[in-house]
């Protein structure tokens, strides 16, 4: 009898302290030999959390993406600023691989993402393959097959006698497959020109994806540092990744 209610009072304490974690945090065991496989399921895991958010753990909504800064970036003699960037996409992801040293906090994440829609304002001033482009307006491009690499290195910190991880650094790179875009406004609208400038980008769309991506792995790292900061900064390092 006694046994029993120790083992309820045992389980009921326990119990009790895995409630302190949301559902949408996968523990993964420091010393798991299968760590890299763990991981990789606990960012599957996340991903239906953050197609709408979960304010109570300050997870920003993903679908779609809002990027409101804006970014600059001169390359080639062309200078484009894309501002009001919106999303869709980005929670389709696929894992496929993760590269982790825990002694470092470094993890090296590979995820394909099949289709990217993007929608924003752009400024353009310069040449975009040789042809002189100036204006401003609204660019909406569909981007297929994009493989990412996202290198995070994190910190441990101290907060109240406890452990907490921090990313400080998180480095993007997306390699586009396809796609095409689409501009509009520019030259005040002359649908000839408009016509003529919207063939020759999406005749060269990998020239012109090699000058906007830039700007917008910017925005995304930003925006995915702010969330993966989100996620480790309410729970110490050690409910993170108990031993
Ligand atoms: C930003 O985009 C949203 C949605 O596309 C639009 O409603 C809003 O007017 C835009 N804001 C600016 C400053 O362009
Ligand atoms: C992007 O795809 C959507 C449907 O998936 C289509 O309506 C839109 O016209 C496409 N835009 C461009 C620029 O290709």
Redesign the pocket.
């Given at each position: 009898m006694l046994r029993r209610v120790f083992v309820a009072l045992l389980v009921g304490y326990f119990g009790c302290f895995c409630d302190d974690l949301p559902s949408f945090i996968h523990v993964c065991h420091k010393e798991d030999p299968q760590l890299e496989q763990c991981l990789m399921a606990s960012v599957e895991d996340i991903r239906p959390f953050l197609v709408e958010g979960v304010p109570e753990y300050n997870l920003p909504q993903m679908e779609p993406l809002i990027l409101k800064d804006l970014f600059s970036e001169e390359a080639s003699g062309m200078k484009i600023t894309v501002s009001n960037v919106s999303a869709w996409g980005c929670t389709d992801f696929f894992v496929r691989n993760i590269e982790v040293n825990m002694d470092t906090h470094e993890f090296t994440l590979y995820i394909d993402l099949p289709k990217l829609?993007i929608e924003a304002h752009y400024h353009v001033d310069g040449k975009i393959v040789l042809v002189p482009v100036k204006g401003d307006g609204n660019l909406?491009?569909?981007i297929t097959d994009a493989h990412a690499k996202a290198q995070l290195k994190g910190d441990l910190y101290e907060k109240g006698g406890d452990q907490y991880l921090k990313y400080n650094t998180f480095d993007l790179h997306v390699d586009v497959g396809g796609?095409?875009?689409?501009l509009e406004n520019l030259f005040n609208g002359d649908k000839v020109l408009l016509g003529m400038i919207n063939d020759v980008v999406n005749k060269n769309f990998d020239a012109f994806v090699k000058e906007l991506m830039p700007v917008i792995e910017k925005g995304l790292a930003c925006k995915f540092k702010e969330t993966a900061n989100a996620i480790v900064e309410t729970f110490t390092y050690s409910q993170l990744f108990p031993h």
């Amino acid at each position: 009898m006694l046994r029993r209610v120790f083992v309820a009072l045992l389980v009921g304490y326990f119990g009790c302290f895995c409630d302190d974690l949301p559902s949408f945090i996968h523990v993964c065991h420091k010393e798991d030999p299968q760590l890299e496989q763990c991981l990789m399921a606990s960012v599957e895991d996340i991903r239906p959390f953050l197609v709408e958010g979960v304010p109570e753990y300050n997870l920003p909504q993903m679908e779609p993406l809002i990027l409101k800064d804006l970014f600059s970036e001169e390359a080639s003699g062309m200078k484009i600023t894309v501002s009001n960037v919106s999303a869709w996409g980005c929670t389709d992801f696929f894992v496929r691989n993760i590269e982790v040293n825990m002694d470092t906090h470094e993890f090296t994440l590979y995820i394909d993402l099949p289709k990217l829609r993007i929608e924003a304002h752009y400024h353009v001033d310069g040449k975009i393959v040789l042809v002189p482009v100036k204006g401003d307006g609204n660019l909406e491009a569909n981007i297929t097959d994009a493989h990412a690499k996202a290198q995070l290195k994190g910190d441990l910190y101290e907060k109240g006698g406890d452990q907490y991880l921090k990313y400080n650094t998180f480095d993007l790179h997306v390699d586009v497959g396809g796609g095409s875009v689409r501009l509009e406004n520019l030259f005040n609208g002359d649908k000839v020109l408009l016509g003529m400038i919207n063939d020759v980008v999406n005749k060269n769309f990998d020239a012109f994806v090699k000058e906007l991506m830039p700007v917008i792995e910017k925005g995304l790292a930003c925006k995915f540092k702010e969330t993966a900061n989100a996620i480790v900064e309410t729970f110490t390092y050690s409910q993170l990744f108990p031993h």
